[in-house]
């Protein structure tokens, strides 16, 4: 049973440009969170969505980034018009359709640098 | 509002010796848990424990050890016998009922295990 995935591991991008991230859940899990990793930091929530619903997006920035998960396909979150400020390591997490405190199990991550 | 306070930034220990990592939280949800996950250098996040507030048994894992403590809001991470391998930066993380499944996460406390 593959973990959660993340493509790309690694993203460099010019200010200005779009940024896009997508993360496979783990098989069975219809939850995904997106995290966000600034440098020396701990991991910020941004958004937790299930299949075609966004259910809790308190933690993204009002404007530049968006989130989905379609029905098909993986999770994407995007960042349009990226600046230096947005470089940090976004983690996405995955858990099955549960109760309460159910693990979150994490990906390797995406590391963004903006030039 | 949810609060994960770990106190030290960085640890360094010779190898063997036993190191506590301290971890304290604020909620007023009545059902809560807590976790604490561990990310080493190359960067993934790595879960090591859950537990629900409801639980204060302390557990033990081979070298790692957690007490968990409501009366003082606090969830210590013990490694004994401390080993290179350990090194990386470890974190304690919450999550309340109230809170739609999102993590709450503390600024994590680095250790440096030297031989």
């Known amino acids: 049973n593959a973990g959660v995935m993340q493509n790309p591991r690694h993203l460099v991008r010019r200010r200005g440009q779009e940024a896009r991230l997508r993360c496979s859940p783990m098989?069975?899990?219809?939850?995904v969170y997106w995290y966000r990793q600034l440098p020396e930091e701990g991991l910020k929530f941004m958004v937790y969505?299930?299949?075609?619903?966004?259910?809790?997006e308190s933690g993204m920035p009002k404007e530049r980034f968006s989130a989905e998960f379609p029905k098909e396909g993986p999770s994407i979150l995007r960042i349009q018009q990226v600046v230096r400020g947005d470089s940090a390591a976004y983690f996405c997490?995955?858990?099955?359709?549960?109760?309460?405190?159910?693990?979150?199990?994490f990906g390797p991550g995406t590391r963004l640098t903006v030039l | 509002a949810q609060k994960v306070t770990q106190a030290q930034t960085e640890i360094s220990v010779v190898e063997k010796e036993d190191v506590t990592l301290d971890c304290v939280y604020e909620?007023?949800?009545?059902?809560?848990?807590l976790f604490w996950y561990k990310q080493p250098p190359s960067g993934e996040l790595v879960f090591l424990i859950r537990?629900?507030?409801?639980?204060?048994q302390n557990e033990i894992s081979g070298r790692y050890s957690w007490n968990f403590q409501k009366s003082t809001s606090s969830f210590n991470f013990t490694i004994t016998a401390s080993q290179v391998v350990d090194s990386a930066v470890y974190f304690c993380?919450?999550?309340?009922?109230?809170?739609?499944?999102?993590?709450?996460f503390g600024t994590g406390t680095r250790l440096l295990v030297s031989p």
């Open positions: 537990r629900n507030s409801f639980d204060e």
């Open positions: 997490a995955s858990s099955p359709p549960s109760d309460l405190g159910s693990e979150q199990f």
């Open positions: 969505l299930q299949k075609e619903n966004i259910i809790d």
């Open positions: 098989k069975g899990h219809s939850h």
């Open positions: 993380a919450l999550l309340g009922n109230t809170g739609f499944q999102k993590l709450v």
């Open positions: 909620t007023r949800d009545t059902t809560y848990y």
